[in-house]
């Protein structure tokens, strides 16, 4: 077996793609200056960061005015979720409604916000990990300042119903929030027509470089100011433009956006065959539904072996892929998406998630179907959890 490098992380991250790094790199040097600055040079960029403006905006169906440029994904959830809470919290709405699976930028923020008087419904998620429309409208009520609920999941790649719900919260009136940071490129996201009120987007999941975001801000709502300053980003988010980053952040959501279908096309195959892959073994189990899920996800749990193990053997064999579990994310917990799944945390443990883009192949697919029955039987041979349960005959999945 010939050893290969296959990056299975893009869920993580992902690389600037040459195309992008050719559209920053006059914006260090030669267009280096001040968007804000009035000889011809200031202006150029003040030019250059209308345009790209334009460009993401034109990528969501949402106008330029409506786009404001952030450090990431974590800062849009912070300022849209905090933003909305000061404004409406004046008309006495101290109600949030969100999902327990979100990223921890959204639950971290929602806690936040629950020690300075807000409460939160965190809604449940079905065993196929989504949200459903009719828990939204029912957890609705007269003093709900905002529903926010993510577009993909990170981890188990779950597509949620965001047009329904989304439907559901202009009927009553309430601000509808989305994380779509690992949607961009891999759905058709249109703002109007989906009824989004907010949504947050990060450069780096989709080859733009990290530390550049954005958050969609629909036109009538207003955000209070998140940096104090200067007028950058109509006098809400001061300081001085990146304007390498938002440069980049503009081909590269073009560039995600142009082909959804081919890139779907492409991948789910490949996808489906390292689910059913992977699934041969015996005591594995599928997170997520399978329909409903983004084409370049899969994540599996492999019971009797720890996550970080198979990691670390994994990449000995060249491949780079995520676990929910233990030491990958500093703690000892496992994942709160996958416990949210109502998996018991020794399935938990054994989590194996590969996220993979369009430079994917059926090579790919082939070696990570070589490699892992072997690691895996490997592992499983030196795990006491698996003994026990080969022992007394019992399957947890
Ligand atoms: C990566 C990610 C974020 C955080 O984005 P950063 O740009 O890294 O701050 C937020 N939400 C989801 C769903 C993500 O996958």
């Given amino acids: 077996m010939e050893k290969r490098y296959i990056y299975a992380d893009h869920a993580a991250t992902t690389a600037v793609s040459d195309e992008v790094l ?18 011809a040079k200031g202006r150029e960029n003040e030019r250059a960061i209308l345009d790209a403006r334009a460009r993401v905006a034109a990528c969501l169906n949402a106008d330029p005015k409506e786009i404001f ?28 409604i969100t999902s327990v699976f979100e990223h921890h930028a959204v639950l971290h923020t929602c806690e936040f916000l629950e020690k300075h008087g807000f409460e939160v419904t965190y809604l449940p998620v079905s065993p196929a990990g989504l949200v459903s429309p009719a ?14 609920i993510m577009y993909a999941n990170n981890e188990i790649g779950t597509i949620q119903p965001i047009p329904e ?5 202009r009927k009553h009136g309430v601000l509808f929030h989305t994380d779509a940071v690992q949607a961009i490129g891999n ?75 081919a890139k779907i096309a492409k991948l789910t195959p490949l996808r489906n065959q390292l689910i059913d892959g992977i699934l041969k073994i015996d005591q594995t189990k599928l997170n997520g539904d399978r329909e409903k899920r983004l084409a370049g996800n899969v ?22 892929a995520s676990s929910g579990s233990a030491c990958t994310s500093g703690s000892l917990d496992p994942s709160h998406v996958l416990l949210s799944l109502g998996l018991v945390h020794e399935v938990a443990h054994g989590s194996l998630r590969l996220s993979f883009g369009e430079e994917f192949t059926q090579e790919d697919v082939d070696y990570i179907l070589e490699v892992i029955p072997q690691v895996v039987d490997r592992l499983r041979a030196m795990s006491p959890m698996w003994e026990t349960l080969t022992k007394e005959n019992r399957k947890l999945v």
């Fill in 69 to 96: 440029f952030t450090g990431g994904g974590s800062e849009s959830d912070n300022w849209a979720i905090k933003g909305i809470a000061d404004k409406l919290e004046q008309k006495d709405k101290k109600h949030i």
């Fill in 299 to 320: 994540n599996i749990s492999i019971v009797g072996i720890e996550g970080e193990s198979l990691l670390l053997m994994l990449d000995h064999y060249g491949i780079q």
């Fill in 187 to 261: 759905v058709k996201i249109d703002v109007k027509a989906q009824n989004i009120d907010l949504l947050s987007l990060s450069g780096h999941k989709f080859h733009a470089p990290k530390g550049i975001g954005a958050l969609y801000v629909r036109k009538g709502i207003s955000l209070p100011n998140l940096i104090h300053g200067g007028g950058q980003e109509s006098g809400k988010r001061a300081g001085t433009e990146n304007v390498p980053g938002i440069m980049g952040l503009a081909k590269a959501i073009e560039l995600a956006t142009e082909n959804i279908p």
């Fill in 22 to 39: 050719q559209e920053m790199l006059p914006y260090f040097q030669e267009h280096f200056g001040n968007p804000s600055s009035i000889y």
């Fill in 135 to 148: 828990d939204v409208e029912a957890a609705i009520r007269p003093d709900t300042a905002l529903v926010s």
């Fill in 165 to 169: 719900i989304g439907a559901i919260c």
